[in-house]
């Protein structure tokens, strides 16, 4: 069954640049009745969603500050909160896009902070509260962005990867058939690859050098960059039409394709 986008009210995190703007200015134009932008930069998350309301009406997107990684913000025990805003403002929230990530292995605490720790929030706060509750139909659902790094080692940002594959793991453990039951929250995964956003620039964000050096042993074609609308205009088709628990990779500019993790057991006869 089709997911409809009609009338359905979405929260991005990590909304203000990149690929979070560009998935609400693509939700807009399918028929989403209303947005929240959900950033930590006040200047660009507020830029972002003046820019929204001049080209799609006003009153369609609204900005939230808001850090990932402090589950407080998300719950508006002391600060201006995003699940609750979106809620007072629209009335439901259906669509939950966790994509606030950064790609910076030096500073590799916070990225786990915002990687991992970021996402749990939004999971368990949009999972088992807000759209469980407050979907305006039979059914929401949300998209964890991972990454092909998510999907496969890479020697220069070992950290980075790490808390991909953790994104990774959490869209197959939400998606478990008895959760879904008891919420029909539907979750799915997007690994995009090289996709033009402030995180292909990666000077000063290894752990050092001979990291950095490791990036020779890349195939070429791994670095074809792709437009980050071209990206949003296949998480649409995801979000609509593919199925709970499923992990969707899109690269070079070509559509989407499914990720399928094989079970283990076929491994079984892979011995020393």
């Known amino acids: 069954m089709v997911f409809n986008l009609q009338g359905k009210v979405a929260l991005i995190t990590g909304g203000a640049r990149g690929l979070g703007f560009q998935f609400a200015k693509e939700l807009l134009k399918n028929g989403v009745r209303g947005i929240t932008i959900s950033d930590c930069d006040p200047v660009e998350g507020s830029t972002a969603a003046e820019t929204l309301n001049k080209e799609f009406g006003r009153g369609k ?3 939230i500050k808001t850090d990932v990684t402090d589950k407080k913000q998300f719950e508006g025990l002391n600060f201006p909160e995003a699940f609750q805003k979106t809620v007072e403002v629209f ?7 966790n994509n606030a990530g950064i790609m910076n292995d030096a500073i590799w605490e916070e990225e786990i902070a915002v990687n ?4 749990v929030h939004g999971m368990l706060l949009g999972f088992d509260k807000y759209l469980k509750n407050f979907k305006s139909d039979d059914e929401a659902v949300i998209l964890n962005m991972s990454s092909v790094g998510g999907i496969k080692g890479y020697g220069h940002v070992p950290v980075y990867v790490a808390t991909k594959f953790a994104v990774t793991g959490m869209v197959k453990s939400w998606s478990y058939p008895t959760h ?9 995964g997007l690994c995009p690859g090289a996709t033009d956003t402030t995180l292909q620039v990666m000077e000063g964000k290894y752990i050092g050098p001979e990291y950095e050096d490791s990036i020779k042993d890349i195939p070429v074609e791994q670095f074809v960059i792709q437009p980050a609308e071209f990206v949003a205009s296949e998480m649409v088709k995801l979000l609509m ?5 499923t992990m969707w990779v899109v690269e070079g500019s070509k559509p989407a394709y499914e990720y399928i993790i094989p079970e283990r057991e076929t ?5 020393l």
């Open 61 to 63: 997107v609204i900005f």
């Open 91 to 97: 009335n439901n929230v259906d669509i939950l896009i």
């Open 116 to 119: 991992v720790n970021g996402v």
């Open 180 to 188: 879904y039951e008891r919420t029909k929250v539907r979750v799915i």
């Open 241 to 245: 039409n593919s199925k709970n628990g």
């Open 267 to 271: 491994f079984k006869n892979n011995r």
